[in-house]
DNA sequence: CCGATCCATGCCTCCAGGGTATCGATCGGC
DNA sequence: GCCGATCGATACCCTGGAGGCATGGATCGG
């Protein structure tokens, strides 16, 4: 079997995702046969079923659904492989750091300081990506600001930069928003913010909807400072500290992101800076 | 840019490891014309130059240099992708566990017997690779026993199972042979083992070059028990001391690796069985 | 100055991959 | 139970890209 080529799991995937190959042909910008032709030409090379197909349904075999994550992993190596192939050959190389707007935690002037200081630097452009994971696996970011067990870091090193207690965000009308602690289970029944729900974009437009009723959410302690005056924070008390850690594919070899993770490293020894208590720093 | 295929990148490794169209060209079974132009494509649709030729030399950019790691990383992902997808549709599914003739420390038993105790378990496949690292990165196997920081484990997740003291591997009749403990420095001038050099396939082979005055080694001291009569083992004092561990990729979901993985942890804890100190089972 | 080396270019061939039309199977509605 | 709608597979054709061969053009050694 010669290898695999990036067009065929990229197609596969897009049937696997709509379980439909009209709706994926669509999507990808061809038509149903090609589409069905050219998995069927993958799963004669692969040796193995993909799809249980009847004229009424498409479902996935064991075979395609351990696929499914293994084919997005690849084709992410592989846009990965071009955007920095990409950047490398810029007139001015960069060193691309992707975070959240506000989700910094007031130490990303800290860590730029720490990164001047380090050899092998290159300048830094900060990217606000909505989705960092996203950002960094597949090669748009170098290293990324994410919090540890909110996203999804596995294949990536890491390295900590601040360990916060979590604490619950609520309207200042909840029935809640006055206690000194609260429990998981007792925001049962409450749409709580998840990680999967990455349609929200920045911390500033979580919060808005937190007071608007919609949703609520526990975030670290350093992301409630300020707090807009309709919220409350209450404190978790069953819930895992939430770290902020700067991460960058496991791969990697570039000295600057090394240089990157040897900064965070000190600014993490370093800790939180005494009497800077107040606001994080944007 | 539309995504790369593979075969580019492939054709590109081939040119960036030879530096040279006509032999690359030979090695994939292409004419080097065909070879040229798949190049410059490919070199177009990146919009950065990858090699800078000259009707008498070819050199890597920049940008080539940058995607050489990512594009042999990127290529083992889709091969990864397509070994498990092809394990995964065998009529009984297996876990496949790659470990270097002699290479598993005296663990592999109590591994194997703890991984039984867990859920969610395949039947084992233990296959012997000398090169385990790639038979990881590729997807031929699923988990590894590698040793840190012999192997390279960047991009892969790992669970400790035996940390090991250094000792240098010399024949009886070397200088040093009889010392109770030697610095690295002292080595200078040996042709000491290296992970590069994977073209010795198993301990017992290495051994018996040392036993030939080919090189000498630094391993971890339970490969060295027990020992050739014409070999002797002295304890370094200034190397690291090396970790047996277990390694899987980092992007891995699968239940039957997490289950593993758990195994290792256990067996860990346990730490070395009292009263076993003699040879490594196999 | 000439031959050797080596990458690029021109030109031809062929087939993988895409399009349109249609078949065949299945399911829901009447 | 029949009929139309839905949806994947198949048949057939066409185009573009990938590969082969021949050759050009540049560079270096002698």
């Known amino acids: 079997m010669d290898r695999l080529e990036t067009r065929e799991l990229a197609y596969f995937l897009a049937v696997a ?15 149903q046969p090609a589409l069905s032709r050219s998995v069927a030409r993958l799963e004669r090379r692969l040796g193995v079923g993909l799809f249980e197909r009847t004229s009424r349904s498409v479902a996935l075999t064991p075979s395609g659904r351990a696929l499914v994550e293994d084919a ?11 955007h920095r192939a990409q950047r490398a050959g810029a007139v001015e190389p960069r060193l691309v750091l992707a975070i959240k707007v506000g989700g910094d935690g007031g130490r990303l002037p800290d860590l730029l300081a720490a990164y001047q200081r380090e050899p092998d630097v290159l300048p830094v452009h900060v990217i606000f990506a909505a989705d960092r994971c996203a950002s960094l696996r597949d090669g748009r970011a170098d290293a990324a600001l994410l ?14 930069l601040l360990t916060d207690p979590p604490v619950a965000v609520l309207p200042t009308a909840h029935p809640l928003a006055d206690r000194t602690g609260i429990r998981m289970d007792e925001l049962r029944g409450e749409t709580v913010h998840r990680r999967d729900d ?6 500033d437009e979580l919060m808005h909807r937190i007071a608007l009723g919609q949703l609520v959410a526990v975030l670290p302690r350093s992301l409630t400072v ?3 005056a ?9 819930a895992a500290p939430l770290t902020l850690v700067l991460a960058w594919p496991g791969y990697s070899t570039a000295p600057s992101v090394a240089a990157l993770a040897r900064a ?3 600014v993490h020894r370093a800790g939180p800076e005494p009497g800077t208590a107040g606001p994080p720093i944007r």
């Open 17 to 31: 995702e709509e379980l439909h190959f009209g709706r994926a042909a669509a999507r990808l910008g061809i038509a």
């Open 72 to 82: 997005r992993y690849a084709l992410d190596a592989v846009s990965a492989a071009a």
């Open 147 to 160: 919090y540890d067990p909110i996203d999804d870091l596995r294949g990536f090193d890491t390295q900590p």
């Open 198 to 203: 990455n349609v929200v974009g920045s911390i």
């Open 226 to 228: 300020p707090l807009r």
């Open 230 to 238: 309709d919220l409350a924070a209450v404190p978790v008390t069953d």
């Open 264 to 266: 965070a490293e000190s």
